[in-house]
């Protein structure tokens, strides 16, 4: 069945340092893949997200690529924040019928010092 | 638009006591989620419905839960009796397609 494998944190940065966050899936047919982020004691939110291959979400600094050859979706910024410290989840739909379930990886907490 | 509303946003009970959480999704939206999280588990999709009808509840633990959508624009969880181990921060989430759009989630602590 379709899953999604995200990095494991704890990750701690330095403010201004430039963050990966590794996410790789298993589907089948055509997902659109999701960034979503929960900042603490909030529900979660939409980050950016990418409906077909190569394509490239983006949003507040933050980019992801969907790369269907290597079946990944990571997660960049080139400077963070400490407002950016948050959990983030990786998610993906099967773009199949009526069927409107996201699979989650298990999230990746972040946290950036001043 | 208000965006998802759920409440209580905390809720302490004793063991063996019902409980029961609501959720008014965004006006339009036709999916309905209500997920768990717990620092064990992440976060779990519990039951989700279209229409106002159950599609998938394959996520619900045991007969303890059930959730229940009367209308568009309204949905309970319920919990009976509860336990314990059903400590954790609930969340619902409505959609029309594929982006969910979370409420703030009630807190729930089972003493």
């Known amino acids: 069945g379709n899953s999604v494998t995200q990095m494991e944190g704890p990750v701690t940065l330095s403010e201004e340092a430039f963050l990966t966050i590794n996410c790789t899936y298993t589907?089948?047919?055509?997902?659109?893949l999701f960034w979503y982020v929960q900042y603490p004691g909030e529900g979660l939110q939409l980050l950016l997200k990418?409906?077909?291959a190569d394509d490239k979400g983006s949003n507040k600094g933050f980019e992801a690529t969907y790369r269907k050859e290597t079946t990944s979706f990571h997660l960049e910024k080139g400077s963070v924040q400490v407002s950016d410290s948050a959990v983030y989840f990786c998610?993906?739909?099967?773009?199949?019928?009526?069927?409107?379930?996201?699979?989650w990886g298990l999230g990746t907490s972040l946290a950036v010092n001043p | 638009d208000a965006g998802v509303i759920q409440s209580p946003r905390h809720e302490v009970t004793e063991m063996g006591q019902e409980v029961t959480l609501r959720c008014k999704p965004i006006?339009?939206?036709?999916?309905l989620f209500w997920y768990r999280q717990t620092m064990m588990r992440g976060l779990e999709l519990l039951i989700y419905?279209?229409?106002?009808?159950?599609?998938?509840d394959s996520g619900m633990p045991e007969d303890r839960f059930s959730a229940k959508m009367p209308n568009a624009s309204f949905s309970t969880l319920k919990i009976q009796p509860s336990e314990p181990r059903d400590s954790a921060v609930y969340f619902c989430a409505s959609s029309t397609r594929y982006e969910q759009f979370f409420g703030p989630g009630t807190r729930l602590t089972v003493l």
């Open positions: 589907a089948t047919g055509y997902p659109s």
């Open positions: 419905f279209n229409n106002n009808v159950p599609i998938d």
């Open positions: 006006s339009g939206h036709d999916y």
């Open positions: 990418a409906t077909k």
């Open positions: 998610a993906l739909s099967d773009n199949a019928g009526n069927n409107r379930k996201l699979i």
